[in-house]
DNA sequence: AACACATCATGGAGGTCTGA
DNA sequence: TCAGACCTCCATGATGTGTT
């Protein structure tokens, strides 16, 4: 059984070697660092040879873009001294080296039996530097992460006070997926942060009859806590972890704690540009980092049924190091939204366009129409495309609701000089010119060229009743 | 497979305006 | 004065998606 893992474990990895190339080249970071990466700086390179003539130029360019991420770099230790929580003074300069999180997993199994209150538990202790790098992110970014950006992200005033440096990660590696009596979470990884590490605490059943234990010992870890930070908890861990409290007839309420879903916030945040909202997802298309050594979710359930029946630790090294993994890439994402949201202290612009017009439409939705005007405000003047033309119907909009009709209109007229075939730009300027400023005249022209913007049938009564309209007039 | 979201489409409520 | 048309806002239901 053991040797049918390893042949599919070896199989998988075989096919990530294959198709890696490949993914990494898709992945054009550049763009969203506004910053030329190595990659694009040894293609520069190549395409200097084919031209000699400009070679020297080139050079030149390639030796100041070589400055610009050395710049960055520096930036980012900069950053680090900023940051406004007392536990980021203990950062010194020497840790924010810069080393990218990407271990292997070792062959042996990591951690060791501890004695415990509920008697001998399998524990195992990780522990990560705040300076560490993961893809774009520095873990010490989480540091960053102001107080009003949960509540905004969530779009929930219960979040005012949640502060993700006293936050526990919570992720779980279970027996399966389907919520039956069988499904016990046999391994528990929980992150915090403190000092300048993030701390990974991992509880390992490693017989099935010590689960009561392993789940007191978890409340026990949990006490003096209020804020968990999970990937789909709210669907997934935590519901699971309830059901194991109440059939193992322990009284601990995990209701009590607030509970920050990434995949909620993620999918608010991100969607617009990365379809696949996956963990592993973000972490490449969000984060810039490629795993190493990971293993396939749906392989963990085999390889704990693996070790149990054979009762050795075959491939579950494996399984502690995606754990690890997982949770260190929460406290990352976390600080990634973190940065993003306090968008006018970034400097070197490491935010995507589209994250910051997302970010706008959060603030709107929740009528934080500052917010909103001022990212909208930055996308007109610095964005091109879509995102200039997005930040001008937004703006427009924000104009109209508070009846400066005048404004909303000369955005929106500056809108259709980018595409003046847009029928949905000729119906909002159609609608305030008929119903706010009555001119009739123009709210006619409009409507003429909105076609194709809403029903035939409507779009033909928009039209007569303005003509009627500008007739009576 | 269970669950909790998110997004999208749809429709109703309530307010305002027009024209007979 | 009142029916009808239009707008914005909100609620509801269907569908999709992550988690091991």
Sequence with gaps: MEEDLKRKLARYFRKVDTIEPQEKKSEDFSSRLNTPTTDSIESLKQSNENEEGKSERKEE??????????????????????????????????????????????KAMPGGFVSTPYGEIWINETKR????RFGSIYLCDILSFG??????????????????????YIDTETTGLEFSCATIPFLIGLGFI?????????LFIDRIEKEPEVLRLLSDFLEGRKHIVTFNGKSYDIPLLKTRYILNRINFDLDAFLNFDLLTAVRRIYKRRIKDCSLVSCERQ???????????????PEI????????????????????VQDIVAMVALMGAIGRLVSWREEEDTCTHPSDLLSLAAISSKQGRHTEAEEIWGFGKENLEGEGRLESLVGLARLARRRKDYFSATQLLETALEEVPDSPHLHLMLSK??????????????????????????????????????????
Excluded at 151 to 168: E, G, H, K, L, Y
Excluded at 194 to 202: F, T, Y
Excluded at 304 to 323: D, T, W
Excluded at 436 to 447: G, R, S, T
């Design 286 to 300: 969000i984060l810039g980092f490629l795993r190493e050594g990971d293993l396939p979710g749906d392989m963990i």
């Design 129 to 132: 530097s705040l300076g560490d």
């Design 147 to 168: 107080k009003e950006t949960a509540s905004m992200v969530c779009m929930n005033s219960a979040f005012d006070d949640f502060d993700p440096n006293r936050a526990v």
């Design 61 to 106: 360019r390639i030796f100041q873009l070589k400055k610009k991420l050395e710049e960055i770099e520096r930036k980012t230790k900069q950053r680090i001294q900023k940051i406004p929580v007392k536990e980021a003074q203990l950062i010194s300069q020497q840790s924010v080296e810069i080393s990218t999180i990407g271990t292997l997993p070792t």
């Design 194 to 202: 403190e000092g300048k590490e993030v701390i990974i605490r991992q």
């Design 432 to 473: 305030i010119f008929e119903h706010d400023i009555e001119n009739y005249e123009k709210a006619l022209q409009h409507a003429i060229n909105s076609r194709g913007a809403e029903d035939e049938e409507k779009w033909q009564r928009r039209v007569e009743r303005l003509r009627k309209k500008l007739k009576n007039k």
């Design 304 to 323: 704990y049924a693996s070790f149990i029946r054979e009762q050795k630790e075959g491939l579950m090294p494996f399984v502690f190091h995606h754990n």
